[in-house]
């Protein structure tokens, strides 16, 4: 039970961090959709969602692998640290020269119809530079959450937020109010400045950053100029799978507003982009959780692999993980009509616009809890160094997503990215449990999992289906659902606190 709360801890630390810094980024959201039409929304979400996919190649499979080596070469650490970080470094220069030299030909390739901005190709190179600088700070924050540094982490993520969130307020706001009260400054910022202009936002994301990287220089200069060829091979065979894993989740998690722009008619794509783009914000709260869950549970399963009782931990773990997704989803679907605020539009037309997508919300939901459960599955394979699992399961998730979006989309549009995301979300965790049992068995509670991922589903139903998003009915709901969870577990939660 210690190693229980010692994980709790520090996804504690994760996840409060995490909460802050989403929620606050998060906050941007209603700035944007005030600010920009549907179509405008849907630019900002298509490149954020290329962004999301080059992400997981530059990374190239290193962080997963940075800790599993560490549970290998334990008297060598160092050379682990060296080793997948100029990897990464080095995945990084080879991209930012090859996109270097294809800028407006990729600019052309994505855009479409009535979408022709002239500065599609400033953004690619806003992002290349953004896409670098996160891609060199993926290893140092690694080897912060592999030394318990739970912490500074913490400080560095928050503030790249806020200069991030700052510098966002500050061109959007700030330099129009200085313009139209014409301050001091005023006629500098006439000259450049540009009243609604998407690029800032990413301006905004690039000196962020430049800034974390700034913030991790303490762990660069840990590095040393070694470079092991025979050990950068054995990370490659462990990590190319779980580089396609992570590039076949990330499929599964952002191709579809890609799809969207690109299968549907010319004058509707980019707003059924935006409005279902917009609707997904409201799912990052479980999202968030989610994530810090991963980044507490990735190091500390990899540490606590050779204790003798891990696999019984491990299944305790993902009882208390589906009791807290399951909690998140049903209080998020109660309470739908007040978080549908934060996607409100700047008149009554564009408001009506973005809300006519909130019946996605519960569907998305429910597949992050899916896939939540499938990440916390997935560490059988990493620790049997199995990893070519992890390539067939995700492969699989995004062949589906691909093959039924491209089928379905010209029909449905974005509700049948919804269901199509939870299915291939389910679908891969179903997979990983059966794969997982016969080849590392840890002894999961089925039952008792399913029987509240299933009364989950039935109180989200009955709260927005039948009483159609009644605020004060779905909390009840949410209230009692609550109240009889925490009986049916006091055993358990009174080990954990120390009641006797």
């Given at each position: 039970?210690?190693?229980i709360?010692?994980?709790?801890g520090q996804?504690?630390i994760?996840?409060?961090?995490t909460?802050?810094?989403?929620?606050?980024?998060?906050?941007?959201?209603?700035?944007?959709?005030?600010?920009y039409?549907?179509?405008?929304?849907?630019?900002f979400?298509v490149?954020?969602?290329?962004?999301?996919?080059?992400?997981?190649?530059?990374?190239?499979?290193?962080?997963?692998?940075?800790?599993?080596?560490?549970?290998?070469?334990?008297?060598?650490?160092?050379?682990?640290y060296?080793?997948?970080?100029?990897?990464?470094?080095?995945?990084a220069?080879?991209?930012?020269?090859f996109?270097?030299?294809?800028?407006?030909?990729?600019a052309?390739?994505?855009?479409?119809?009535?979408v022709?901005d002239?500065?599609?190709?400033?953004?690619?190179k806003y992002?290349?530079?953004?896409?670098v600088?996160?891609?060199l700070?993926?290893?140092?924050?690694?080897?912060?959450?592999a030394?318990?540094?739970?912490?500074?982490?913490?400080?560095?993520?928050?503030?790249n937020?806020?200069?991030?969130?700052?510098?966002?307020?500050?061109?959007?706001?700030?330099?129009?109010?200085?313009?139209?009260?014409?301050?001091?400054g005023?006629?500098?910022?006439?000259?450049?400045?540009?009243?609604g202009?998407?690029?800032?936002?990413?301006?905004?994301?690039?000196?962020?950053?430049?800034?974390?990287?700034?913030?991790?220089?303490?762990?660069?200069?840990?590095?040393t100029?070694?470079?092991?060829?025979a050990?950068?091979k054995?990370?490659?065979?462990?990590?190319l799978?779980?580089?396609?894993a992570?590039?076949?989740?990330?499929?599964?998690?952002?191709?579809?507003?890609?799809f969207?722009?690109?299968?549907?008619?010319?004058?509707?794509?980019?707003?059924?982009?935006?409005?279902?783009?917009?609707?997904?914000k409201?799912?990052?709260?479980?999202?968030i959780?989610?994530?810090?869950?991963?980044?507490?549970?990735e190091?500390?399963?990899?540490?606590h692999?050779?204790?003798k009782?891990?696999?019984?931990?491990y299944?305790?773990?993902m009882?208390y993980?589906?009791?807290?997704?399951?909690?998140?989803?049903?209080?998020?679907?109660?309470n739908?009509e007040?978080?549908k605020?934060?996607?409100?539009?700047?008149?009554?037309?564009?408001?009506?616009?973005?809300?006519?997508?909130l019946r996605?919300?519960?569907?998305?939901?429910?597949?992050y809890?899916?896939?939540g459960i499938?990440?916390n599955?997935s560490?059988?394979y990493?620790?049997?160094d199995?990893t070519?699992?992890?390539?067939?399961?995700?492969g699989?998730g995004?062949?589906?997503?691909?093959?039924l979006?491209i089928?379905f989309?010209?029909?449905?549009?974005?509700?049948?990215?919804?269901?199509?995301?939870?299915?291939?979300?389910?679908?891969?965790?179903?997979?990983s449990?059966?794969?997982?049992?016969k080849?590392?068995?840890?002894?999961?509670n089925?039952?008792?999992?399913?029987i509240?991922?299933?009364?989950?589903v039935?109180?989200?139903?009955?709260?927005?289906?039948v009483?159609?998003?009644?605020?004060?009915?779905?909390n009840?709901?949410f209230?009692?659902?609550?109240?009889?969870?925490?009986?049916?577990e006091?055993?358990?939660?009174?080990?954990?606190?120390?009641?006797?």
């Amino acid at each position: 039970m210690s190693a229980i709360k010692n994980f709790a801890g520090q996804t504690a630390i994760y996840g409060l961090s995490t909460v802050i810094t989403r929620f606050l980024n998060f906050f941007l959201t209603p700035v944007y959709v005030g600010l920009y039409s549907p179509k405008v929304y849907g630019i900002f979400s298509v490149m954020y969602s290329w962004a999301s996919m080059l992400n997981a190649l530059l990374a190239f499979g290193m962080e997963t692998t940075y800790f599993r080596y560490l549970n290998k070469y334990e008297n060598d650490k160092q050379k682990v640290y060296n080793n997948t970080f100029f990897t990464v470094t080095l995945m990084a220069l080879i991209f930012l020269l090859f996109t270097f030299l294809f800028v407006d030909d990729i600019a052309a390739w994505i855009q479409k119809g009535d979408v022709n901005d002239p500065d599609y190709a400033r953004y690619i190179k806003y992002f290349m530079y953004i896409l670098v600088a996160d891609a060199l700070a993926v290893i140092p924050f690694a080897k912060l959450r592999a030394d318990g540094r739970p912490l500074r982490y913490s400080f560095i993520k928050f503030v790249n937020i806020l200069t991030f969130i700052g510098l966002n307020l500050l061109f959007i706001f700030v330099f129009p109010l200085i313009i139209k009260e014409g301050w001091y400054g005023a006629e500098y910022i006439m000259g450049w400045y540009r009243e609604g202009w998407v690029g800032y936002v990413f301006i905004s994301n690039l000196i962020a950053s430049l800034i974390t990287l700034l913030l991790l220089v303490p762990e660069l200069l840990k590095l040393t100029f070694t470079y092991d060829i025979a050990l950068v091979k054995e990370m490659f065979v462990y990590s190319l799978p779980v580089l396609i894993a992570n590039i076949s989740f990330i499929i599964n998690e952002n191709i579809d507003k890609i799809f969207l722009g690109q299968l549907l008619p010319p004058n509707i794509s980019v707003q059924e982009v935006g409005i279902y783009a917009a609707c997904c914000k409201i799912a990052i709260f479980l999202s968030i959780f989610i994530n810090a869950f991963r980044l507490g549970a990735e190091p500390f399963f990899f540490s606590h692999a050779k204790n003798k009782n891990a696999t019984e931990t491990y299944a305790r773990i993902m009882n208390y993980f589906v009791i807290a997704v399951s909690l998140i989803f049903v209080l998020l679907v109660a309470n739908i009509e007040l978080l549908k605020y934060f996607i409100k539009g700047k008149d009554a037309v564009e408001q009506a616009l973005y809300w006519s997508g909130l019946r996605i919300v519960p569907i998305l939901l429910f597949g992050y809890v899916s896939l939540g459960i499938y990440i916390n599955l997935s560490i059988w394979y990493k620790l049997s160094d199995q990893t070519r699992y992890g390539l067939y399961i995700s492969g699989i998730g995004a062949i589906l997503t691909i093959v039924l979006n491209i089928i379905f989309i010209p029909m449905y549009g974005y509700m049948a990215s919804a269901w199509i995301s939870l299915t291939a979300y389910t679908v891969m965790m179903v997979l990983s449990y059966f794969w997982g049992q016969k080849n590392y068995p840890i002894p999961y509670n089925l039952k008792k999992n399913i029987i509240y991922l299933l009364a989950s589903v039935c109180i989200v139903f009955i709260a927005f289906v039948v009483f159609e998003r009644n605020l004060l009915i779905g909390n009840a709901l949410f209230i009692i659902f609550t109240g009889t969870i925490f009986f049916v577990e006091r055993k358990e939660l009174k080990a954990i606190f120390g009641i006797k």
